[in-house]
C-alpha cells in the first residue's frame, strides 16, 4: 500500500471518533439519537480530505502517519469542547479550518525548498522575539492569571510564544547547522568540564538568552520551560556533547532557584504544586485551588472513565468545579471522562507523533533538515510534558496548551505549521532516501 | 443518569482509538526493522575490514563500476558529467596537482581525498575559502558517502561510488 493510501485509510478512524464521540455527547446531554454526529463527522473527514489531497499533490512521499495522528487529536479536542460547550466547539471548529489552511499554505508556498528559510534565519529570530515582547505592549497586551499570554486584536486573541517557539527552533537548526563542528572542535576543557568556544556561542546565546528573558517578563514560565527543553534537545544533536547538557541543566537549576525565591509569582506556583490541599493554599487568589480540582478529576475517572458528558465541570448553580476545563485542565476532563485508558490512549498518540518526528530526522540527508525536525519534535513532546506534568502534579502547573486539544486559536494555527514542516522535511527526505 | 447507549458508545470510543493506535504502532515496527533508509543498505553491503581484495573486486563486477569517482556538477572549465576516476590519493587545487582547478576561490594545494580502507576520505589542506561537503565547512578528515556534493569556491563535484 502506497504511504498516501496509508494516509487516506487512517483519516477514517478519526473520523469515525468523531461520530461516535459526538453521538455520545448528543445522547447524553439530550437524551435522544440524531444523525447530527454523523454530520459532524461527515464533515470533519471531508476537511481532512482536502488536506490530504494537498499533501497527495504536493508532497507524495511524506509520512503517511504523522496527519492522521494530529487529526486524531484534533477530534479528541473538538468532542471534548463540545462536551463542555457549544458555542466554543463551533470557535474551534472554526480554528481547525484556519489551521489547516494555514497548513495547506504552509506546504504550498515552501514545497520546493523549505531550506529557504535557511537563508533569513536572523530575521526570523527577530520574528520571533518580537512576537515575545507583544503581550507586554500596552494596548493590545493582556494579562490572565499573573502572566502575560495574549494579545488582543480587537476580536481576536492571540497568543504569540506558540508561534515563537517555530521562529526559535528555525533559527538554532540553521545556526548550529553552520558552527556545530566549530563548537565541538573548538571546544576548551577547563575544570574537568569542556566548555564550547564563547565567539561561535555567542549568537546563539543572544538570541537564546532573549527569549529567555522575555519569557520571565512576560512571566511565561511554561513555555520557558518549553524553549529551554528544546534548546539542550537540539544542541546536544548537532554536537553530540553531554557536557553542554549538563551546563545547560546547572544553567537551569541555578536560574529556577533564583526565579523561585525572588518572583512571587513563581513561589505561589510552586507552594500550590506542594500542598495542593493545604487549607490557605486552596483558598487563595491563584492558588492550588486548580491543581487539586484537576487532581480529583483524574482520581474520579478510574479505569475506564465516567463517560461522555458526566464530568462535573460546574455545579447547578453554574459555580465552577474543574476551573479552565477547556484550556489548561482538558487533559484532567479526558481521564475523568474516559479514563484512564482514554488518558494513556491520547498520551499514545503523542508519543507517536514525536516518534514520527524524530524518524523523519533520522532519514533527512543534510543536517539542517535534521536539527529542524528533531527540534520541532522535541518542543512539541515538551509541550506535552509540561502541560500534562501540572496537570498530573509531577512539576508545577504552568499554562501552556495541549497541542491540538485545548481550545485555543494560536495553539492550533502554530502547531499545524509545526506539522507542516515536519512533512515537508519528511517528503524530501523520504524521496532521497528512495534515490529518486 | 448514564445511559447505557452512551456507555457503550464511549468504549466504541476507546476501542477504535486502540486499534488504531496499534496499527500505526505495527506499522511503525515495520518500518524501523526494515530500515528504508540506503545508509543501511550501503553499510550492509560494505565488505567487512578484514575482506580480502577478492571481496571487493567481486562487488565491483556485479554492479558495472569499479573505482569510486568524482563527477563534474559544474566546474568552470569542465564539462558538466566528466569524471575523475579515484584510484590512488590526490589532491584538489589551483597549483600542480592531480585534479586541477580554474577556480579563483581555490588556494593551490586546497583539500585532499584520500583512501581508507574501503572509503574516500575528503580533507581541507587549511584553505583560503574552504571546503564544503554538503554545504557544510568540513573540518578534519570526513569520510564521503555516495551522492555527497564537494564544494570549492565555485566548483561542485558529486561523488559517487558503486
Keep these: 500500500m502506497s504511504a498516501r493510501n496509508r494516509e487516506l485509510l487512517a483519516l477514517i478512524p478519526a473520523s469515525l471518533l468523531v461520530t461516535v464521540g459526538f453521538a455520545a455527547v448528543f445522547i447524553q446531554e439530550d437524551d435522544l439519537i440524531s444523525d447530527t454526529s454523523l454530520t459532524y463527522g461527515g464533515v470533519f473527514l471531508g476537511l481532512c480530505f482536502v488536506a490530504h489531497l494537498i499533501i497527495r499533490f504536493t508532497l507524495p512521499d511524506a509520512d503517511p502517519y504523522l496527519f492522521p495522528l494530529v487529526a486524531l487529536l484534533a477530534c479528541f479536542g473538538l468532542v471534548m469542547i463540545f462536551r463542555i460547550d457549544e458555542d466554543l466547539a463551533r470557535d474551534q471548529a472554526q480554528w481547525f479550518v484556519i489551521g489547516l489552511i494555514v497548513f495547506a499554505a504552509t506546504i504550498l508556498l515552501l514545497r520546493k ?66 558552527t556545530r563542528q566549530v563548537l565541538v572542535q573548538g571546544a576548551r576543557r577547563f575544570a574537568g568540564i569542556t566548555l564550547p568556544p564563547l565567539r561561535h556561542l555567542m549568537p546563539l546565546l543572544v538570541v537564546w538568552g532573549a ?7 512576560i512571566r511565561d514560565l511554561g513555555s520557558s520551560l518549553m524553549f529551554f527543553g528544546a534548546f539542550l534537545a537540539i544542541i546536544y544533536i548537532a554536537t553530540d556533547r553531554l557536557s553542554f547538557v549538563l551546563i545547560g541543566l546547572g544553567m537551569f537549576g541555578l536560574g529556577a532557584w533564583f526565579f523561585a525565591n525572588t518572583v512571587s509569582h513563581v513561589a ?27 487532581l480529583f478529576a483524574q482520581a474520579d475517572g478510574g479505569v475506564a472513565g465516567a463517560g461522555f458528558g458526566q464530568a462535573l465541570i460546574e455545579t447547578p448553580t453554574g459555580a465552577p468545579i474543574l476551573p479552565a476545563a477547556q484550556t489548561d485542565l482538558i487533559y484532567a476532563l479526558i481521564t475523568n471522562e474516559l479514563g484512564l485508558f482514554g488518558a494513556a490512549g491520547v498520551l499514545v498518540v503523542y508519543l507517536l507523533v514525536t516518534e514520527r518526528g524524530m524518524r523523519i530526522a533520522m532519514l533527512a540527508q543534510d543536517s539542517f533538515s535534521t536539527l529542524l525536525a528533531a527540534g520541532l519534535a522535541a518542543v512539541f513532546a515538551l509541550q506535552v510534558f509540561v502541560i ?30 509545526l506539522v507542516a514542516l515536519l512533512l515537508l522535511i519528511s517528503d524530501r527526505a523520504r524521496r532521497e532516501a528512495q534515490g529518486r | 443518569m448514564v445511559e447505557p447507549a452512551s456507555v457503550a458508545l464511549k468504549f466504541a470510543f476507546l476501542a477504535i482509538l486502540y486499534l488504531f493506535l496499534l496499527w500505526v504502532t505495527r506499522s511503525a515496527l515495520k518500518d524501523l526493522r526494515r530500515g528504508t533508509q540506503p545508509g543501511v543498505s550501503a553499510i550492509a553491503a560494505t565488505p567487512p575490514p578484514d575482506a580480502t581484495g577478492l571481496h571487493a573486486a ?38 600542480d596537482v592531480e585534479i586541477h582547478l580554474e577556480d579563483p576561490f581555490a588556494s593551490g594545494r586546497h583539500a585532499q581525498l584520500t583512501r581508507q580502507g574501503s572509503v574516500i576520505v575528503l580533507e581541507d589542506l587549511g584553505s583560503t575559502n574552504g571546503t564544503y561537503l554538503n554545504e557544510e565547512p568540513v573540518q578534519g578528515p570526513q569520510p564521503l558517502h555516495p551522492g555527497d556534493r564537494v564544494r570549492i569556491g565555485d566548483s561542485v563535484f558529486i561523488f559517487e561510488d558503486s
Design chain 1, 211 to 217: 527569549a529567555m528573558v522575555l519569557l520571565v517578563f
Design chain 2, 58 to 95: 567481486a562487488r565491483g563486477v556485479g554492479v558495472g563500476g569499479d573505482a569510486p569517482r568524482l563527477v563534474v556538477e559544474s566546474v568552470p572549465g569542465l564539462q558538466r558529467g566528466a569524471a575523475y576516476d579515484l584510484v590512488g590519493d590526490c589532491t584538489l587545487g589551483r597549483g
Design chain 1, 388 to 417: 500534562v506534568g501540572g496537570v498530573t502534579k509531577l512539576i508545577p502547573l504552568t499554562g501552556v496548551t495541549l497541542p491540538f486539544i485545548s481550545y485555543g486559536g494560536s495553539s492550533i494555527v502554530a502547531n499545524f505549521l
Design chain 1, 268 to 294: 505561589n506556583r510552586i507552594d500550590a504544586w506542594q500542598h495542593p490541599f493545604d487549607d490557605q493554599l486552596y483558598d487563595a487568589v491563584g492558588g492550588s485551588y486548580q491543581i487539586a480540582q484537576s
Design chain 1, 113 to 178: 525548498d523549505y531550506r529557504v528559510l535557511e537563508r533569513y534565519r536572523y530575521t526570523i529570530a527577530l520574528v520571533g522575539i518580537v512576537l515575545l515582547l507583544l503581550p507586554r505592549v500596552p494596548g493590545i497586551g493582556a494579562q490572565v492569571n499573573g502572566a502575560y499570554l495574549g494579545i488582543e486584536l480587537g476580536p481576536i486573541s492571540f497568543q504569540p510564544a506558540e508561534l515563537s517557539k517555530i521562529c526559535i527552533i528555525i533559527f538554532l537548526a540553521s545556526y548550529l547547522r553552520d
